[in-house]
């Protein structure tokens, strides 16, 4: 908002008499409009939503852990052709981006949804799944974790029935 007030922005729009607390509602309300992101950046940087959710890929609501030593950890995942990550389940909060290939999550009792290339989603936590590649593109995963330094963020499950 301040950058749009010093520019002139808001001056050439609106009467002196407007407080500077209305221009920068009123810029608010404009840089929504006009689908900004942070007015932060420069206006050659272009921002992009990919994932705003209050719920996981199976509708559980988003839990943020509350840890004595968090830490953030991104990884990235390859799944050839053919090729599927077994029946695992995550124990802290993780986002995912495919950049490449289109993956079938199934969840434990049975639903499977897809996620194909440009889609985000957050990963299922505490609950069992496993994710398969469709098609012959390996699959290109981006997955940022928030957990805990020195425990994992992905565990086997051994307990899911077709589990050799």
Do not use: C
């Amino acid at each position: 908002m301040l950058f749009l007030e010093e520019r002139g922005v808001l001056r050439t729009w609106l009467p002196n008499f407007v407080s500077m607390k209305t221009k920068i509602s009123l810029a608010l309300g404009l840089a929504t409009l006009l689908g900004a992101q942070d007015s932060h950046y420069t206006p050659q940087v272009k921002v992009r939503t990919l994932l705003k959710s209050d719920t996981t890929s199976n509708g559980a609501r988003v839990v943020y852990p509350t840890v004595a030593h968090p830490e953030v950890t991104s990884i990235a995942v390859d799944i050839p052709p053919g090729a599927q990550t077994g029946w695992h389940r995550h124990p802290v909060p993780g986002y995912a981006f495919v950049l490449a290939g289109t993956l079938d999550v199934e969840e434990k009792g049975g639903k499977t949804r897809r996620f194909g290339p440009g889609m985000a989603f957050a990963e299922m936590v505490g609950k069992s799944h496993n994710g398969r590649t469709v098609g012959q593109d390996t699959v290109k995963l981006l997955v940022t974790f928030t957990g805990e330094q020195g425990k994992g963020f992905t565990a086997k499950d051994d307990d899911h029935p077709g589990v050799k």
